[in-house]
């Protein structure tokens, strides 16, 4: 059994339709990824400003990761409850253009901690640049423990995309409920 689990947000089964938030992300000055798992060495203007999209429906999920990733509060807290020390977080104000409304309920999320933790003997995956960083594409992923190195969260560095969690905050989300989170083992993931 892996320590290890890629942290993902599908939509359920019961539930296919959620809200999500329009268009691109706005651009923040100084901030050239939210996806490189270095710490940003600006202050970030708050709130970031956000919509949902006004084209659909339904309930608001826990995590989004396109674009800006953003968390909810009570997700925030959890994983900090967990150990997981290093989120840089920061407020969001996100309007509901069909009523006005603002949602304070998200923070906007950069993953501090980038790892090249793939043991790429063992998965199976494509790679777009030499070294295999970045952008590979994997059909199957074995993470080396010892590239890991107990890190409790961090970006998969060769796919950074993928957020890795270990057993223990799967644990602790689980034990809170989930918040909607699946956590796809390695070996199984697609990303």
Not at 48 to 56: A, G, M, V
Not at 109 to 138: C, E, R, T, W
Not at 146 to 157: K, V
Not at 168 to 177: C, H, I, P
Request: charged share 20%; glycine share 8%.
């Amino acid at each position: 059994m892996s320590d290890y689990y890629m942290l993902e947000c599908y939509a359920s089964p019961e539930q296919w339709e959620y809200t999500s938030v329009d268009g691109p992300p706005p651009s923040i000055e100084g901030v050239a990824s939210w996806l490189s798992g270095r710490p940003f060495g600006v202050k970030v203007r708050e709130p970031i400003e956000l919509s949902w999209d006004p084209d659909t429906r339904g309930p608001r999920k826990y995590l989004y990761d396109a674009g800006i990733p953003l968390y909810h509060r009570a997700l925030c807290a959890a994983l900090n409850e967990a150990g997981v020390d290093n989120l840089q977080t920061y407020r969001t104000a996100i309007v509901d253009p069909r009523s006005g409304e603002i949602c304070r309920d998200y923070l906007a999320v950069n993953v501090v901690g980038l790892v090249a933790a793939a043991d790429l003997g063992k998965s199976v995956y494509q790679a777009h640049s030499d070294p295999p960083l970045i952008d590979s594409d994997f059909d199957s992923l074995v993470i080396d423990p010892a590239r890991a190195s107990g890190l409790l969260m961090f970006r998969l560095a060769e796919c950074v995309s993928g957020v890795v969690v270990h057993r223990r905050v799967k644990e602790a989300l689980e034990a809170r409920g989930g918040f909607g989170l699946t956590f796809v083992p390695p070996q199984a993931w697609i990303g």
